[in-house]
Protein backbone atom coordinates (compact mmCIF):
# COMPACT_ATOMS: atom_id res chain seq x y z
CA UNK A 1 0.00 0.00 0.00
CA UNK A 2 1.05 3.33 -0.28
CA UNK A 3 2.20 5.57 2.71
CA UNK A 4 4.64 8.40 3.28
CA UNK A 5 6.53 8.40 6.75
CA UNK A 6 8.26 12.01 7.73
CA UNK A 7 11.12 10.68 9.90
CA UNK A 8 11.49 13.71 12.39
CA UNK A 9 8.43 14.93 14.07
CA UNK A 10 10.08 18.02 15.32
CA UNK A 11 13.16 20.37 13.81
CA UNK A 12 14.93 23.03 15.03
CA UNK A 13 17.03 25.68 12.99
CA UNK A 14 18.90 28.63 13.33
CA UNK A 15 17.73 31.86 10.95
CA UNK A 16 19.65 32.10 8.05
CA UNK A 17 20.33 27.86 7.63
CA UNK A 18 19.14 25.40 6.01
CA UNK A 19 16.15 23.24 6.43
CA UNK A 20 16.13 19.64 5.59
CA UNK A 21 12.73 18.10 6.48
CA UNK A 22 12.91 13.95 5.96
CA UNK A 23 9.75 11.86 4.07
CA UNK A 24 10.01 8.56 2.55
CA UNK A 25 7.72 7.36 0.39
CA UNK A 26 6.11 3.27 0.00
CA UNK A 27 4.64 2.92 -3.42
CA UNK A 28 4.23 -0.08 -5.84
CA UNK A 29 4.65 2.45 -8.81
CA UNK A 30 5.78 6.28 -9.22
CA UNK A 31 3.68 7.88 -6.80
CA UNK A 32 2.17 11.64 -7.02
CA UNK A 33 4.15 13.61 -3.78
CA UNK A 34 3.45 16.79 -2.53
CA UNK A 35 4.79 19.19 0.63
CA UNK A 36 1.90 20.86 2.44
CA UNK A 37 2.58 23.83 5.08
CA UNK A 38 0.31 24.75 7.71
CA UNK A 39 0.57 27.73 9.53
CA UNK A 40 -1.29 28.10 12.88
CA UNK A 41 -4.88 29.17 12.88
CA UNK A 42 -4.61 29.14 8.81
CA UNK A 43 -5.40 26.56 6.24
CA UNK A 44 -3.08 23.80 4.98
CA UNK A 45 -1.04 25.44 1.68
CA UNK A 46 0.59 23.30 -1.18
CA UNK A 47 4.40 24.05 -0.89
CA UNK A 48 4.88 22.14 -4.04
CA UNK A 49 4.18 18.87 -5.54
CA UNK A 50 5.87 16.28 -7.56
CA UNK A 51 3.98 14.01 -10.73
CA UNK A 52 7.21 12.99 -12.54
CA UNK A 53 7.71 15.81 -14.72
CA UNK A 54 11.08 16.37 -13.00
CA UNK A 55 12.97 15.26 -10.00
CA UNK A 56 13.50 18.30 -8.81
CA UNK A 57 10.81 20.48 -7.51
CA UNK A 58 10.45 24.15 -7.15
CA UNK A 59 8.10 25.75 -4.83
CA UNK A 60 6.63 28.43 -2.89
CA UNK A 61 9.10 30.27 -0.83
CA UNK A 62 12.13 28.78 -1.39
CA UNK A 63 11.30 25.57 -0.50
CA UNK A 64 12.37 22.76 -2.93
CA UNK A 65 12.42 19.03 -3.01
CA UNK A 66 13.89 15.90 -4.67
CA UNK A 67 12.34 12.77 -5.68
CA UNK A 68 14.80 9.51 -5.34
CA UNK A 69 13.30 6.09 -6.50
CA UNK A 70 16.60 4.84 -5.51
CA UNK A 71 15.84 6.28 -1.89
CA UNK A 72 12.10 6.23 -2.01
CA UNK A 73 12.60 9.52 -1.00
CA UNK A 74 10.97 13.03 -1.31
CA UNK A 75 13.16 15.33 1.59
CA UNK A 76 12.00 18.99 1.76
CA UNK A 77 14.83 21.66 1.91
CA UNK A 78 15.47 25.54 1.88
CA UNK A 79 18.95 27.06 1.76
CA UNK A 80 18.13 29.63 4.23
CA UNK A 81 15.19 29.71 6.74
CA UNK A 82 13.70 32.45 8.05
CA UNK A 83 11.10 32.77 10.78
CA UNK A 84 8.35 32.45 9.13
CA UNK A 85 8.93 29.32 8.33
CA UNK A 86 7.75 28.53 11.78
CA UNK A 87 5.05 25.77 11.28
CA UNK A 88 3.56 22.52 10.45
CA UNK A 89 4.95 20.81 7.53
CA UNK A 90 2.84 17.96 5.80
CA UNK A 91 4.53 14.84 2.94
CA UNK A 92 2.22 13.75 1.21
CA UNK A 93 0.68 11.07 -1.49
CA UNK A 94 -2.10 10.50 -3.25
CA UNK A 95 -3.38 6.57 -4.81
CA UNK A 96 -3.67 7.92 -8.28
CA UNK A 97 -7.53 9.09 -7.09
CA UNK A 98 -8.57 12.10 -4.99
CA UNK A 99 -7.57 10.74 -1.51
CA UNK A 100 -4.63 12.40 -0.16
CA UNK A 101 -2.81 10.41 2.45
CA UNK A 102 -1.00 12.94 4.84
CA UNK A 103 2.34 12.29 6.97
CA UNK A 104 2.66 12.75 10.85
CA UNK A 105 3.69 15.64 10.31
CA UNK A 106 6.81 17.48 10.97
CA UNK A 107 6.96 20.77 13.26
CA UNK A 108 9.58 23.15 12.05
CA UNK A 109 10.98 25.86 14.97
CA UNK A 110 13.35 28.91 13.86
CA UNK A 111 15.71 29.80 16.22
CA UNK A 112 15.96 33.89 16.13
CA UNK B 1 -11.04 36.59 0.00
CA UNK B 2 -12.14 33.93 -2.68
CA UNK B 3 -10.29 30.75 -0.74
CA UNK B 4 -12.37 27.86 0.83
CA UNK B 5 -14.24 28.99 3.71
CA UNK B 6 -15.51 27.40 6.56
CA UNK B 7 -18.05 27.86 9.82
CA UNK B 8 -18.13 28.28 12.24
CA UNK B 9 -14.13 28.12 13.03
CA UNK B 10 -14.81 26.78 16.49
CA UNK B 11 -17.34 24.80 18.16
CA UNK B 12 -18.05 23.75 21.27
CA UNK B 13 -20.67 21.05 22.50
CA UNK B 14 -22.06 18.08 25.07
CA UNK B 15 -21.61 14.82 24.33
CA UNK B 16 -24.41 13.73 22.59
CA UNK B 17 -25.36 16.94 20.87
CA UNK B 18 -25.04 17.61 17.23
CA UNK B 19 -23.36 19.55 15.22
CA UNK B 20 -23.37 21.15 11.48
CA UNK B 21 -20.33 22.48 10.08
CA UNK B 22 -20.37 24.26 6.93
CA UNK B 23 -17.64 24.89 4.22
CA UNK B 24 -17.94 27.20 0.81
CA UNK B 25 -15.82 25.81 -1.69
CA UNK B 26 -13.89 28.27 -4.13
CA UNK B 27 -16.47 29.07 -6.92
CA UNK B 28 -15.38 27.26 -9.74
CA UNK B 29 -13.95 24.00 -8.21
CA UNK B 30 -16.45 21.22 -8.90
CA UNK B 31 -15.25 18.75 -6.41
CA UNK B 32 -15.11 19.55 -2.66
CA UNK B 33 -13.75 17.13 0.32
CA UNK B 34 -13.79 16.33 4.01
CA UNK B 35 -10.63 15.74 5.79
CA UNK B 36 -10.20 15.13 9.51
CA UNK B 37 -7.54 15.94 11.81
CA UNK B 38 -6.69 15.08 15.51
CA UNK B 39 -3.91 16.83 17.52
CA UNK B 40 -0.73 15.35 16.89
CA UNK B 41 -1.79 13.91 13.40
CA UNK B 42 -1.87 14.45 10.00
CA UNK B 43 -5.28 15.14 8.09
CA UNK B 44 -7.43 12.04 7.03
CA UNK B 45 -9.36 11.79 4.59
CA UNK B 46 -13.36 11.21 5.09
CA UNK B 47 -15.39 11.98 1.87
CA UNK B 48 -15.11 13.85 -1.67
CA UNK B 49 -17.84 15.17 -3.95
CA UNK B 50 -17.53 15.91 -7.33
CA UNK B 51 -20.73 18.79 -8.04
CA UNK B 52 -23.68 16.68 -5.89
CA UNK B 53 -22.43 13.26 -6.35
CA UNK B 54 -20.99 11.90 -3.16
CA UNK B 55 -18.31 9.68 -4.57
CA UNK B 56 -16.26 8.32 -1.68
CA UNK B 57 -16.92 7.48 1.46
CA UNK B 58 -13.88 6.70 4.24
CA UNK B 59 -14.40 3.79 7.11
CA UNK B 60 -13.97 6.73 9.24
CA UNK B 61 -16.90 8.34 8.33
CA UNK B 62 -19.38 6.08 10.77
CA UNK B 63 -23.36 6.31 10.55
CA UNK B 64 -23.57 9.26 12.82
CA UNK B 65 -21.99 11.49 10.10
CA UNK B 66 -23.30 12.75 6.74
CA UNK B 67 -22.32 14.99 4.20
CA UNK B 68 -24.24 16.39 1.52
CA UNK B 69 -23.67 19.20 -1.29
CA UNK B 70 -27.46 19.98 -2.35
CA UNK B 71 -26.77 22.42 -5.16
CA UNK B 72 -23.11 21.26 -6.33
CA UNK B 73 -21.55 24.09 -4.28
CA UNK B 74 -21.53 24.74 -1.05
CA UNK B 75 -21.62 21.54 1.53
CA UNK B 76 -22.62 20.67 5.16
CA UNK B 77 -21.12 18.09 7.54
CA UNK B 78 -23.42 16.44 10.01
CA UNK B 79 -22.22 15.39 13.30
CA UNK B 80 -25.15 13.42 15.40
CA UNK B 81 -24.83 12.33 18.83
CA UNK B 82 -21.26 13.57 19.41
CA UNK B 83 -19.01 11.74 21.49
CA UNK B 84 -15.93 13.03 22.78
CA UNK B 85 -13.44 11.13 19.96
CA UNK B 86 -15.18 13.50 17.64
CA UNK B 87 -13.12 16.50 18.98
CA UNK B 88 -10.80 17.45 15.85
CA UNK B 89 -9.78 19.53 12.99
CA UNK B 90 -12.87 19.41 10.61
CA UNK B 91 -11.44 20.43 7.41
CA UNK B 92 -12.98 21.11 4.01
CA UNK B 93 -10.82 21.15 0.50
CA UNK B 94 -11.89 21.99 -3.14
CA UNK B 95 -10.42 21.28 -6.51
CA UNK B 96 -10.87 21.57 -10.27
CA UNK B 97 -8.91 19.94 -12.96
CA UNK B 98 -5.41 21.52 -13.88
CA UNK B 99 -2.90 20.88 -16.61
CA UNK B 100 -1.54 18.16 -13.51
CA UNK B 101 -4.77 17.10 -12.30
CA UNK B 102 -6.66 18.06 -9.29
CA UNK B 103 -4.65 20.15 -7.06
CA UNK B 104 -6.65 20.63 -3.50
CA UNK B 105 -6.74 24.05 -1.79
CA UNK B 106 -8.16 23.77 1.99
CA UNK B 107 -10.18 26.04 4.02
CA UNK B 108 -9.02 27.40 7.66
CA UNK B 109 -10.78 24.57 9.40
CA UNK B 110 -13.46 24.28 11.72
CA UNK B 111 -12.19 22.99 15.41
CA UNK B 112 -14.97 21.05 17.27
CA UNK B 113 -14.64 20.24 21.31
CA UNK B 114 -17.04 17.53 22.73
CA UNK B 115 -16.71 18.12 26.89
Known amino acids: AQSVTQLDSHVSVSEGTPVLLRCNYS??????LFWYVQHPNKGLQLLLKYTSAATLVKGINGFEAEFKKSETSFHLTKPSAHMSDAAEYFCVTNFGNEKLTFGTGTRLTIIP | DTGVSQDPRHKITKRGQNVTFRCDPI?????LYWYRQTLGQGPEFLTY????????KSRLLSDRFSAERPKGSFSTLEIQRTEQGDSAMYLCASSFKGPQGYEQYFGPGTRLTVT
Open chain 2, 27 to 31: SEHNR
Open chain 1, 27 to 32: SSYSPS
Open chain 2, 49 to 56: FQNEAQLE
